[in-house]
Each structure stands twice: as structure tokens, then as C-alpha cells.
């Protein structure tokens, strides 16, 4: 039961909430129907089509509305496919996760679509379809809406269950207001992400170009070397350093405290053998170098023996080394160089990583090289920044929204 209102002035209590006392809570199946949309095989990106949903659509590609349509059918299969009607809300009915069924999205289009199998289509009567959506999705509902699943390796959701799930629901003005409001935040949000996006597009332009040597900076023009990576890195083999903090090294955000890693803690109590780690240096997973998972350190500490690390000899800039390594073509020579005979086997010890032959600017190019891809990473960080304080912002702002705790002027 959602607690946040308890006996608040001008608050009830009904089932599983404190809500105002102008609002009622109502099971989906008192107020609309239930459909099921219809098996769709022969999806395509083409938009001469007649747009389509699919279940992996919702969950992957939507967030409350739909928007824009990722999949189009032809005509001669609309015949035999449910057609969705403005104002429906469409559920996820399976996915691989308890998070993935049962998200669903509002149709809120004037436009001919029709719904895949394995949806779950909602027509409800004298609501705001956006507000429900919202509602839905929150926080307040998923962890019941959790319980419905049903499966294993494919977890299923049905209208059965589905119609017992209870909503909150103000004056049809103020679910209104509140529809509004957040769909505000989400237009933020969404163009957030798209500067994002737009950003990260430039900066990989930008290591395309300097990367190669294709665009050179401004006071360079000297010739690139080539070198072994063996001649530019050392291997660190350091061990018994109990002492030092436990460190993770990961694809995305660098070298970081182990704590920081949301996943049970499997290693071995015995550390030993771990390896010591220490600024500057840069470490990578031996077994997925190939798909370019590893970090220059700003720490000291150690890493699982799972991890390979390598420390800069003269010539080798270490922020450089570390924007290098995930370039694609040497992530790619990462992969020519590991040894094993399917993915899950490939390895790139030190040995066979010091045989790859690379061109390099000379340090001082290196350094002004990093220096633009520093700020690019920069202007890219602090954006992901703030669109994670938006999420969380507007996480709290649904919930306070959708149980009444603050109120709206309609």
C-alpha cells in the first residue's frame, strides 16, 4: 500500500492507496476492454508500408506514447491483423524480463496501425489514455504489475491479470494537467538524449579524422611512426596487495571502485594473485579486449587476473592510448590478434598484444589529440549528467503526481 498521504487532511484511504478524497481507484476491467493483437511476420523498414507495433517495440522503442513507427506491413496483411484505435493503450505481453512484459504505451495517432501478437490491447472509457499510460509505468504499478508474469526462459502477461490492476485516478481535468506535465518533462528528456546522441556522432567523426591522421591539428605535420605495442607498453604483473581498494574495469565508465558495479561481488577472497593497478596506467579485460573493454586508471588499486595491464613507456601518451584502443579499427585488430576459436574463448594476452604493429603521432601530437576528444567527452558526460538528474527527477515528480501528494490547478 502506497503510505505517502496517510491521514493527511482531505486524503482516504482506499485499496492500496491514500489518495485525495475527489479521486477513486478503479481495476482496468471495470472501465474498458481487452483485445489481442495478431501475429505479424513480415515486418519491414519501409514507410510505403502500413505502420505496425510490435511487442519488442514497446519496450525497446517507446517510453508512454508512441511517437514515430519503427515497422510498416503491407496491405494483404492488415486482413488478417488487429487494427489499434486512437486512444488504446498497448501492453507488452511477453519479453525476457518481469521489466519488459507488461510496459505499455499510448496510441494517441489519427493514423491506420495495427498490433503484433504477444500485445495486449487496452480501449479504455472516460480517462485520459496519456494519464493511464503514465500511470501505469510508474513506480506505483510495475512492482504489481511484476506479479502478473508468468514464465521462464519467456515470461508471458495476460488481460486476465491485467484487469485486476488497480489505478488512481483524479477528475478527468486534472489527469489532464498531470498528462501534460510530464509529457513536458519527457519532451526534455527526449531532446536531451537526441543532443546526446548528436554529440556522441561528433565525436566519433572526430576520432575518424584524428585517429588516421586524416585531419591533422593545427602546428603538426610531422610523419606518424609505426611501432609494436610492445615497444610503446610495459606489463604490470604486480601482485600481493592485499591493501589496496578492489577495482573494476569497465567499457563505459573506466576504471572505478568494484562497489560500484551492480552485481554480486564473485571474487575470490583470496586476492593475492590480483594485480595492482595504478594512474596512468591502462587495463583491459583479456577476455573482451576484442570488443574493446578497457581504461586508462585514475586510481590505485587491484583488478581481478582477468584483466591485463599495461603501462606507457616513452612515446606513448596514456589519454591518447586510451581513446586509441577504442577506435574501431584497432579494437578490430584486437580481435585478429586474440586467440581462440569462437567469442567466448577469445583472449589477448600481453605476448600477442605487443606483436600489433600501429602508426602514432609523435607525444606532443598525442597530447593535443587527447586534449579535443577530452572535451568532447566532456561536453558528452555532462549531458548524460544531466539527463540522469532529469530522469530522477521526474521519477519523483510521478510519483507525488499520480497519488495526489501534490496537486494540480486545472
Known sequence: MSKRNKKRPGYKKTKGWWIPKEWDVNSLGSFGLFSKGKGISNTEKKETGIPCITYGDIYTKHDFIIK????????????????????????????????EIGKCVAYTKNVE??????????????????????????????KHRRRLGQGHSVVHIYSSGLKTLHVPFPPLPEQRKIAEILS???ETIEQTRKLIDAKKRRKKAL????????????????????????????????????????????????VIPASEIERKDSSSSDKSKYKRIAPGDIGYNTMRMWQGVSAVSDLEGIVSPAYTICVPKKGAY??????????????????????????????????????IKVKIPDTEEQISIAEVLSVANLEINVLENKLTALEKQKRGLMQKLLTGEIRVKT
Request: hydrophobic residues 35%.
Open 68 to 99: 514515430e513507427f519503427q515497422s510498416f506491413i503491407d496491405t494483404e496483411t492488415t486482413q488478417t491483423s488487429q487494427k489499434i484505435k486512437k486512444n488504446d493503450i498497448l501492453f507488452a505481453g511477453s519479453g525476457e524480463t518481469l521489466d
Open 113 to 142: 496501425a495495427y498490433a503484433g501478437g504477444d500485445i495486449v490491447i487496452f480501449s479504455p472509457n472516460r480517462v485520459d489514455c496519456i494519464y493511464l499510460s503514465y500511470a501505469l509505468n510508474s513506480d506505483l504499478i510495475t
Open 184 to 186: 513536458t518533462w519527457d
Open 207 to 254: 576520432m575518424q579524422q584524428l585517429l588516421t591522421g586524416k585531419k591533422r591539428l593545427p602546428g603538426f605535420s610531422k610523419k606518424w611512426n609505426e611501432s609494436y605495442l610492445g615497444d610503446l607498453f610495459d606489463e604490470r604483473k604486480e601482485i600481493r596487495f592485499n591493501h589496496l581498494p578492489l577495482l573494476a574495469i569497465t567499457g563505459d565508465r573506466g
Open 318 to 355: 596514456t589519454k591518447f592510448m586510451g581513446y586509441f584502443f577504442k577506435f574501431t579499427p584497432i579494437v578490430n585488430l584486437f580481435r585478429r590478434y586474440s586467440q581462440g576459436l569462437v567469442n567466448d574463448t577469445l583472449n589477448l594476452k600481453f605476448n600477442n598484444f605487443a606483436r
